[in-house]
């Protein structure tokens, strides 16, 4: 079965520095995301990406987020000056849409640990 | 799974028995619906989803209802397994079609033999 695949999947970085999470989403897919779930809380949505461009981003998506797809595979998220808050499980989801059935397919996510 | 169950509800189920998980939703312009299941260590992973037109969908050994007069979704598991023991999400799509998605709190199963 087709999977969303992230790396890494720890990351630990010191508070202030860029990290970059990687995904690549399913091949057929059309629409991209990213969630994040701070330890013992709801996922949370933070952006959506369709035809190339930033389709729908929350109130936590600010100017130190950024999301990219640089090739046709790739699906990227870079937070430029990590917080002590950034610390959360990040998770890549794709669906190509249209019917029932298919939902949204997620990837089993990067723990990021700003310290 | 990183909902460590100290603050969700609990659903303990004997293994064989059927489960009901249930879910209040937000939005009433929500029109579609999904359930999730998070195992330790994993993402979420697809069960089944409806849509608002609808009020009962079926796979296999799952169940989803939908009563949109009181924004109420709940998802039944039949003879239910060690496997299914996870935390349980509903979410509902938001806005456009393929929109950002809103998680409910989840629910912990536990299953015992």
């Known amino acids: 079965e087709p999977e969303v695949t992230q790396t890494p999947s720890h990351q630990v970085t010191q508070m202030g520095q860029e990290v970059i999470l990687r995904c690549v989403p399913i091949?057929?897919?059309?629409?991209f995301y990213w969630y994040r779930q701070i330890l013992g809380q709801k996922v949370e949505f933070l952006v959506s990406?369709?035809?190339?461009?930033?389709?729908?981003k929350s109130e936590i998506f600010d100017d130190q987020f950024s999301v990219e797809r640089p090739d046709g595979s790739n699906f990227t998220l870079k937070i430029r000056s990590t917080k002590l808050e950034d610390s959360a499980m990040y998770f890549c989801?794709?669906?190509?849409?249209?019917?029932?059935?298919?939902?949204?397919?997620f990837g089993s996510g990067t723990r990021l640990t700003v310290v | 799974g990183e909902n460590v169950g100290l603050h969700l509800p609990t659903l303990s189920v004997q293994e064989g028995d059927n489960s009901i998980i249930n879910c209040a939703y937000s939005?009433?312009?929500?029109?579609?619906f999904i359930w999730y299941k998070q195992e330790s260590g994993k993402g979420p992973q697809f069960i089944i989803d409806?849509?608002?037109?609808?009020d009962k969908r079926q796979g296999q050994r799952v169940t989803v209802l939908l009563n949109k007069t009181v924004k109420h979704l709940s998802l039944q598991i039949a003879a239910t397994q060690p496997g299914d023991s996870a935390v349980y999400f509903c979410?509902?799509?938001?806005?456009?079609?393929?929109?950002?998605?809103?998680f409910g709190a989840g629910t912990q199963v536990v299953v015992t033999p």
């Open positions: 939005n009433s312009a929500s029109d579609y």
């Open positions: 990406f369709y035809n190339n461009e930033i389709s729908e």
């Open positions: 989801a794709s669906t190509q849409g249209g019917h029932l059935g298919y939902g949204y397919t």
């Open positions: 979410a509902e799509n938001i806005g456009d079609s393929w929109g950002k998605l809103q």
């Open positions: 091949s057929n897919h059309l629409y």
């Open positions: 409806i849509r608002s037109n609808m």
